[in-house]
């Protein structure tokens, strides 16, 4: 049956006791608010539908993320680093936002704010990415944890944001020579040559960041991706190295062959790079534009095939690599006269 209880604050304090169930309370301002939940509470119980709300109300997302990344996460990672980096980035912009809230107070019109704040500041597929993410430590808080959601998972019911467009910003002459000025300022030694390596071999950030000195053959002049599953597209491949890639890869410390090529972690050479385009007052260009830039450069020599460009970037269609054509197609036009 349930009992009402006026605290010293004056909110009233349903409880409802059952046999067969944990005993199940809650505060309300008004006592037929209390009156309404206990009745409800007991109706759910008579049908055996009773599902306890209390562990999700009183369990912030912050705390759920923390045991979602030691609990959970570190047996179902797939092997790639730069994943399991991914996985705690964007953890961290969740708990950022929505740490504070309780798991039951994550209503679609809460998120659907976040989604609308984020989409101001980076794209939709980041954005999209994230979304998938809280969705994933809810459904293993309700799964795994065993703490239901009052209303279920509310990612199904949010409108995702579209991928967009693929990028296409590059910098002007200035810009980068503004951006070269602010990373070789940087008090992180390995941001300039990290932008440097990323132009010049047009390597993902987390292919430049597991990159360890056996995996450069100089005899050669090729990286070797070897491990699949720290790759992307999971398939072995050998970069090409430029004369200038080997030069900055010759002015940086070797005591090591296990040793990594830039040691540092995704997160922090995140943070490194932003603050040199605030610095440097360039908007809008992420680490992932520097790729851009070092396929256009390649599309823009006009003497490699999209096949050999692909060889390059290892994307593994050239469907991919379309939107590359019409900087060959400048230059042809350019022979043509």
Not at 33 to 47: G, I, T
Not at 149 to 156: D, F, I, S
Not at 163 to 180: I, N, P, S, V, Y
Not at 259 to 268: E, S
Request: charge should be positive; proline fraction near 4%; hydrophobic fraction near 40%.
């Amino acid at each position: 049956m349930a009992t009402f209880l006026e605290r010293d604050s004056g909110w009233i304090q349903a409880k409802v006791r059952r046999k067969g169930y944990p005993s199940q309370s809650k505060s309300f301002k008004t006592k037929t608010a209390a009156e309404v939940w206990a009745r409800n509470v007991e109706s759910a119980m008579d049908k055996g539908s009773f599902v306890s709300t209390s562990l999700a109300e009183n369990t912030t997302l912050s705390e759920i993320i923390v045991r979602f990344l030691t609990e959970f996460a570190p047996y179902h990672y797939r092997q790639r680093e730069d994943k399991r980096e991914s996985w705690r980035f964007e953890c961290q912009h969740l708990d950022i936002f929505l740490g504070k809230y309780s798991i039951a107070a994550l209503m679609p019109q809460l998120i659907a704010k976040y989604r609308d704040e984020r989409l101001k500041k980076v794209s939709g597929a980041t954005v999209r990415k994230e979304l998938n993410m809280l969705s994933k430590v809810l459904t293993v808080a309700t799964q795994e944890f065993g703490i239901p959601l009052p209303a279920g998972n509310p990612l199904p019911r949010i409108r995702k944001p579209k991928g967009g467009k693929a990028r296409d910003r590059r910098l002007t002459a200035a810009e980068w020579f503004a951006l070269e000025h602010e990373c070789r300022s940087s008090r992180n030694p390995w941001l300039w040559p990290g932008v440097q390596l990323a132009v010049e071999t047009g390597m993902r950030q987390g292919e430049l960041l597991q990159l360890r000195w056996k995996m450069i053959d100089r005899t050669r002049c090729l990286a070797l991706l070897l491990d699949p599953a720290k790759l992307k597209t999971e398939e072995p491949r050998a970069v090409p190295l430029s004369k200038s890639a080997l030069m900055v890869l010759d002015l940086l410390p070797s005591n090591d062959q296990e040793d990594a090529i830039l040691p540092v972690g995704k997160t922090t050479l995140y943070h490194a790079f932003i603050a040199a385009c605030k610095r440097a007052n360039i908007d809008d260009f992420t680490w992932h534009d520097l790729r851009h830039e070092a396929l256009s450069r390649l599309a823009e020599r006009g003497d490699l095939s999209l096949f050999e460009i692909a060889t390059v970037s290892g994307h593994k269609t050239m469907q991919m690599l379309k939107r590359y054509t019409h900087l060959q197609a400048e230059n042809i036009a350019k022979k043509l006269g």
